[in-house]
């Protein structure tokens, strides 16, 4: 490019805004013509790039075809406080603003500090996730991961909540570990409002940047001169240690008051009561929802895994809600009522081919329907006399109680292995209900006495309750 050869201009001289070997001169009035209207045309759209500058400016005025350079507008256009980024800016009106309460807000991010852990013989970048309240500063969870992945953030999550309540909103960057469907349904079925950060304002997170500032400061170059690379857990422990013993005991200038409260007395201080849920509810709040129809073999399919159904479900649509890095088992319910879970299938191998079993014809009656359906007579009979189950014993039934109850018909202790039969029925079944579970073993001995293997009890106490919830009747269902 060759330089300007027009009148004097001063500051605006500039070598590369004409080509002036193979154009003609520009004078200076020209020049700026063409520069007020290049401002002019980035003024009233401030999202165009030079280049569409340059294109309008030559279909405005034929005489500027080829005379402008585009690297020598973007400089005069950067001098002038025309930039893109700049007049963007200009229009945006940012506000400083304060939550009422504790729980009000909490906000989510990352920070990559220049630290780093061993993992066995491999040497890992530390990732720092923590969790704010904006209204205290506290730090509800936070800490050291070793990978970006939504499992950790909910796992804070889970540690936040279950010491802190339920936050009323979560503010959250637009990184995918943060906003996919784990993170946000947890949210959604937890009644916590969602809210993600717009694209290019981090100014919307600066409570939580302001403290990665306080961390990069304070944290990380004392940790760097302890001129050691620790494990993951060695450098969560000095985590702690910082946190409890520095960062939420020193005063913090934006929580006011003469001293300025520290981030913890800031909490301790607002008597605003925190919304507290069992661990139960919210471990199920964070399990993925998918719809499945169990096929004729009583299996249903996810993920490349069979899950084996109830004998009963075959057919039916139901919603399996899983976790994803738990695939060893998945819930199954049906129009928001839990069914049972439902543990993998794996299939046997080398098992013979039978042949087709001939059809033989039906009795017409026999000895043993006679005498069955005198038992049974019986057996009603035998249950409207027995008194009605201690409720108020097992109105808390839990496993031992359900152990309890077993002993309590079968006149003797159950044996070690015959307590992980239980809970290994406990868990297919979901839990037992007391009333239910007393009625099923009364029954059942009453048919075939006390002196059988416990097996056989558990798959009657079992069978029940499937059958009982998925007829939708609860524990009053009949046995």
């Known amino acids: 490019m060759g330089q300007f050869r027009g009148a004097q201009v001063g500051q605006f001289h500039d070598a590369g805004w004409v080509n002036s070997v193979t154009r003609p001169r520009v004078n200076y009035v020209t020049f700026r013509k063409w520069l007020d ?3 002019r045309l980035r003024q009233e759209e401030p999202r165009r790039s030079t280049a569409t500058i340059i294109a309008l400016l030559e279909r405005l005025d034929p005489q500027c075809q080829g005379q402008i350079s585009r690297v020598t507008l973007d400089r005069h256009l950067r001098r002038l406080g025309k930039t893109r980024k700049r007049l963007a800016q200009a229009h945006r009106v940012l506000r400083r603003f304060e939550k009422a309460c504790r729980n009000d807000l909490w906000v989510a991010d990352f920070c990559l500090p220049a630290l780093s852990f061993r993992d066995g013989d491999q040497i890992q970048r530390a ?5 704010i309240d904006h209204k205290t500063r506290l730090i509800v969870a936070g800490g050291f991961i070793p990978s970006r992945h939504a499992v ?3 796992q804070a999550l889970q540690r936040a909540i279950a010491a802190c309540g339920l936050p009323k909103s979560l503010f959250v960057d637009n990184g995918k570990e943060l906003i996919g469907s784990l993170i946000a349904g947890g949210c959604h079925n937890l009644g916590i409002r969602h809210l993600r950060a717009h694209v290019g304002e981090p100014e919307a997170r ?5 403290f990665f500032r306080t961390f990069q400061d304070s944290f990380v170059p004392e940790m760097a001169a302890k001129a050691m690379i620790p494990t993951l857990g060695e450098l969560n422990r000095f985590w702690d240690a910082w946190l409890e013993g520095l960062y939420h005991c020193r005063p913090h200038a934006g ?4 001293p300025p409260l520290s981030p913890r007395q800031a909490w301790e201080a ?3 009561p925190l919304r507290q849920l069992d661990p139960v509810t919210v471990d199920g709040a964070f399990l993925l929802r998918e719809s499945r129809r169990v096929n004729k073999t009583a299996l249903i399919a996810w993920d490349g895994r069979s899950y084996l159904c109830d004998d009963a479900l075959v057919g039916e649509a139901v919603q399996i809600r899983f976790h994803p890095a738990r695939p060893e088992s998945v819930q199954i319910w049906k129009d928001d009522r839990f069914l049972q879970v439902a543990v993998r299938y794996l299939p ?3 098992v013979p081919r039978q042949g087709p079993v001939p059809p033989r014809p039906s009795p017409q009656q026999s000895r043993l329907d006679l005498l069955d359906a005198q038992q049974q007579a019986s057996l009603k009979d035998h249950l409207a006399k027995l008194p009605p189950a201690a409720a108020p014993l097992f ?3 839990t496993e031992a109680a359900a152990a309890a109850l077993l002993e309590l018909h079968l006149g003797r202790n159950l044996e070690a292995r015959e307590l992980d039969w239980l809970a290994q029925s406990w868990r297919q079944a979901g839990g037992f209900q007391a009333d239910l579970t007393s009625r099923a073993i009364a029954l059942y001995a009453a048919r075939f006495g006390t002196g059988r293997h416990l097996a056989y009890y558990l798959e009657f106490i079992t069978t029940a309750h499937l059958r009982a919830r998925h007829a939708n009747q609860g524990g009053q269902a009949h046995v």
């Open 270 to 272: 607002d008597r605003t």
């Open 127 to 131: 990732i720092l996730l923590a969790i």
């Open 152 to 154: 950790h953030v909910e």
């Open 37 to 39: 209207e290049a401002v």
């Open 395 to 397: 109105g808390h039934f």
């Open 348 to 350: 046997p191998t080398d």
């Open 206 to 210: 600066g409570v939580v940047e302001r």
């Open 255 to 258: 929580l006011g008051g003469h």
